[in-house]
């Protein structure tokens, strides 16, 4: 519930039980869509936003009753347009799963989830101006390189069950990747902390730092060893910024076709066999259905251009 305020001045919430249990963060992205993610971070860690007069951590979850303070933000001026019809006209077409509370689409590679960073739009508000009617929220995020299953809520009570599933680590996400090098064992498992760092140019880029890192873990499944690669099944335990990719370097397998982590002399090879975009697709998500509870797991099936990858690949044997 909005509390008026002038046109300069703060602007003040009351949280109710919709929005009760959702991250600060997260509830200022959706109540000042398109201010710039970076800004509202930024205004976060100044303490310019504050629940119940106090300062918060971006972490923070509300509860009822709590009042939150919004500063005046500049937003961009609107253009009045929304997306296209036409560009979203793939859309349903490209749904894997859906029932009344969320569904699952299969993103491409080079559409990033949501507008900002000089995007007009992502999937996110494709999917919106393809169903204007509908309530729609994005569960959780993929890579803009990164293609497969993406899960979108429906309802808010969905969006705040499947945010606790993803807490409680009761969402299966498993990927198909291809790393540069071979596997030395069927299965291995990365433990190594990661932290999020901000380049002087504003370039976001993962570390793996024991010290001030959060905790992540991947499985790592060898499927098929290739010349020069290993394809993989990568099963996240933990859902960190750029896990897989970071986590896959660090073994010293980067993903192929990864520019930011990856190699340089292993991306110029694999482009020879047509591989242009990075390797990782989101196959398999996993999570219980509300309707009765039951595990529901839906797949998306690899790309056609990582399929021929694969093939010209088992062509040099």
């Not at 993103?107 to 999917?127: C, N, Q, R, T, Y």
Request: hydrophobic content about 40%; charged content about 30%; some cysteine.
């Amino acid at each position: 519930m909005l509390r008026p305020s002038s046109a300069s001045g703060p602007q003040y919430l009351q949280v109710d039980r919709e929005a009760s249990g959702q991250r600060i963060d997260n509830f200022l992205l959706r109540h000042l869509k398109g201010v710039p993610r970076s800004h509202l971070y930024r205004v976060l860690r100044r303490g310019e936003v504050r629940v119940n007069k106090g300062r918060v951590k971006p972490e923070y979850r509300l509860r009822v009753g709590d009042e939150v303070r919004i500063p005046p933000l500049r937003r961009p001026v609107p253009d009045g347009a929304p997306p296209p019809l036409r560009e979203a006209a793939w859309i349903e077409g490209a749904i894997l799963y859906e029932d009344a509370q969320v569904l699952v689409i299969d993103k491409p590679a080079g559409l990033a989830v949501h507008g900002g960073s000089g995007l007009s739009h992502g999937l996110i508000e494709l999917l919106r101006a393809a169903r204007p009617a509908q309530e729609l929220e994005l569960v959780h995020r993929l890579d803009r390189d990164t293609s497969g299953c993406l899960l979108v809520s429906k309802r808010r009570s969905a969006l705040r069950e499947l945010h606790r599933l993803l807490r409680d680590k009761a969402v299966d996400k498993r990927y198909l990747a291809l790393l540069v090098g071979r596997l030395p064992r069927a299965e291995v498992t990365v433990e190594a902390a990661l932290r999020k760092n901000v380049l002087q140019g504003g370039e976001r880029v993962v570390r793996v730092d024991e010290v001030d890192g959060k905790p992540a873990r991947t499985c790592f499944r060898r499927l098929r060893s290739l010349p020069g690669a290993t394809l993989v099944e990568a099963q996240l335990v933990t859902g960190r910024t750029h896990q897989i990719r970071v986590h896959a370097a660090h073994l010293g397998l980067p993903l192929a076709g990864d520019e930011k982590y990856g190699d340089a002399e292993g991306n110029r090879a694999l482009r020879e066999v047509g591989l242009r975009r990075l390797f990782l697709h989101a196959a398999v998500l996993g999570f219980p259905n509300g309707q009765d509870g039951r595990e529901l797991g839906v797949r998306a099936p690899l790309p056609s251009e990582l399929e021929a990858v694969l093939a010209r690949l088992e062509g040099q044997r």
